[in-house]
């Protein structure tokens, strides 16, 4: 009979936790990450790559130029027009929207951007972001400033109706205008860009440039095999399959998208219309 030996560890002496947010975690593959690491590595996993959805001020840090961002039209809130069930009580408990726009300045170079949450109701396009878009568009027309939008959206927001609907001719009308004016306009679609906001404004751009790893197309490409009885090609809705087919200009990885915006932006200014 052998006899047990007296455990030489100390139990009283626990071994103590990271401290919060030290760590991060991908969504996909579940590696651990240093929370550090993770964001020096714009939000894009290292061992499988996959892109986590960004919040709209963390996309705008790592998309401006430092202190520049200044907002525009943050105590513009949404209503219950509609009175739909639920939807009072959720509007009632925030204070933003699925969008946040304002100017700031990229490579030196003053624009108006506008960055969706697709972590508010899904990104979904109501009243508030129609409007949003459209005052930071008319910002641009009187200073002469591009305009950036960035997408992340499930589409039009179904407990405004149709005036959610509205939004999708509303903004477009503003964006022709900027055309008009011979100010650029680039669209930034990231995943997923979907619905009403890919049928309408995300689509326009002068430039649309498709963020690795992005889902972009009006319905899921589930709903759509499901209603055509049809399997879809390989990379269905993917930034490859949408550049080959001519739906946007180039894919760029997120780490490269600000040196790009600043050559795009360069570029228009630079043909600017007087």
Same mark, same amino acid.
């Given at each position: 009979?052998?006899?047990?030996?007296?455990?030489?560890?100390?139990?009283?002496?626990?071994?103590?936790?990271?401290?919060?947010?030290?760590?991060? $975690?991908?969504? $996909?593959?579940?590696?651990?990450?240093?929370? +550090?690491? !993770?964001?020096?590595? !714009? @939000?894009?996993? &290292?061992?499988?790559?996959?892109?986590?959805?960004?919040?709209? =001020?963390?996309?705008?840090?790592?998309?401006?130029?430092?202190?520049? @961002?200044?907002?525009?039209?943050?105590?513009?809130?949404?209503?219950?027009?509609?009175?739909?069930?639920? !939807?009072?009580?959720?509007?009632?408990?925030?204070?933003?929207?699925?969008?946040?726009?304002?100017?700031?300045?990229?490579?030196?170079?003053?624009?108006?951007?506008?960055?969706?949450?697709?972590?508010?109701?899904?990104?979904?396009?109501? *009243?508030?972001?129609?409007? +949003?878009?459209?005052?930071?568009?008319?910002?641009?027309?009187?200073?002469?400033? &591009?305009?950036?939008?960035? *997408?992340? *959206?499930?589409?039009?927001?179904?407990?405004?109706?149709?005036?959610?609907?509205?939004?999708?001719? $509303?903004?477009?009308?503003?964006?022709?205008?900027?055309?008009?004016?011979?100010?650029?306009?680039?669209?930034?679609?990231?995943?997923?860009?979907?619905?009403?906001?890919?049928?309408? @404004?995300?689509?326009?751009?002068?430039?649309?440039?498709?963020?690795?790893?992005?889902?972009?197309?009006?319905?899921?490409?589930?709903?759509?095999?499901?209603?055509?009885?049809?399997?879809?090609?390989?990379?269905?809705? =993917?930034?490859?399959?949408?550049?080959?087919?001519?739906?946007?200009?180039?894919?760029?990885?997120?780490?490269?998208? +600000?040196?790009?915006?600043?050559?795009?932006?360069?570029?228009?200014? +630079?043909?600017?219309?007087?």
């Amino acid at each position: 009979m052998v006899k047990r030996q007296k455990d030489s560890i100390d139990r009283s002496e626990k071994r103590s936790l990271p401290s919060a947010g030290l760590w991060a $975690k991908c969504p $996909k593959c579940d590696q651990i990450l240093l929370q +550090k690491d !993770y964001e020096g590595n !714009y @939000f894009v996993c &290292p061992k499988c790559g996959h892109y986590a959805r960004l919040q709209p =001020r963390q996309r705008i840090n790592i998309t401006v130029d430092a202190d520049s @961002f200044e907002e525009f039209c943050e105590n513009i809130l949404p209503v219950d027009f509609l009175k739909f069930p639920g !939807y009072g009580e959720k509007i009632k408990k925030t204070h933003e929207d699925a969008i946040i726009t304002g100017k700031a300045e990229i490579g030196g170079q003053p624009v108006v951007i506008a960055v969706m949450d697709f972590g508010f109701m899904g990104g979904s396009m109501g *009243s508030v972001v129609g409007e +949003k878009i459209v005052r930071a568009v008319e910002y641009a027309l009187k200073k002469k400033y &591009p305009v950036i939008i960035v *997408s992340a *959206s499930g589409g039009a927001r179904m407990q405004e109706g149709l005036i959610s609907l509205m939004q999708m001719g $509303k903004t477009n009308a503003a964006l022709s205008k900027l055309a008009r004016a011979g100010l650029g306009y680039i669209s930034l679609l990231t995943d997923p860009t979907t619905g009403g906001v890919a049928a309408s @404004f995300a689509m326009i751009g002068d430039i649309n440039i498709a963020e690795t790893g992005a889902l972009v197309g009006f319905a899921g490409p589930r709903v759509i095999e499901q209603t055509i009885r049809q399997q879809l090609p390989d990379g269905f809705q =993917r930034p490859e399959f949408l550049r080959n087919h001519g739906m946007v200009d180039m894919i760029v990885e997120r780490k490269d998208i +600000k040196d790009v915006l600043i050559k795009l932006l360069r570029f228009f200014v +630079k043909n600017e219309v007087s």
